[in-house]
């Protein structure tokens, strides 16, 4: 299903995660915003919102370019 993952991706993404990879999940929809499942957010995925995957890896490469704290990214998209 569009924006789902499975649970093997859920799986490797979470363990990205706790090695302190940022995940950022977005949407190719022609317009809309991600909604974060629990399983995502309890695994400390970040969503991208209204941000096209194209825009959403512009952000992130923008923000790790001033920190790895996957807080701080975390707040970086939601205020950008």
């Keep these: 299903a569009p924006g789902?993952?499975?649970p093997e991706e859920l799986?490797?993404?979470?363990?990205?995660v706790a090695s302190?990879?940022?995940v950022v999940q977005s949407s190719r929809a022609g317009s809309g915003r991600?909604?974060?499942l629990?399983?995502?957010?309890?695994?400390?995925f970040i969503s991208a919102d209204n941000l096209n995957?194209?825009?959403a890896r512009i952000l992130l490469?923008?923000?790790?370019?001033?920190?790895d704290d996957l807080a701080?990214?975390?707040r970086i998209f939601a205020t950008y």
């Design 4 to 6: 789902y993952n499975t």
């Design 11 to 16: 799986d490797a993404l979470t363990a990205a």
């Design 20 to 22: 302190g990879v940022p």
């Design 34 to 36: 991600v909604f974060m």
């Design 38 to 44: 629990n399983k995502g957010r309890e695994a400390g």
């Design 53 to 55: 995957p194209q825009k």
């Design 61 to 67: 490469v923008c923000a790790l370019s001033l920190t």
């Design 72 to 74: 701080e990214i975390s």
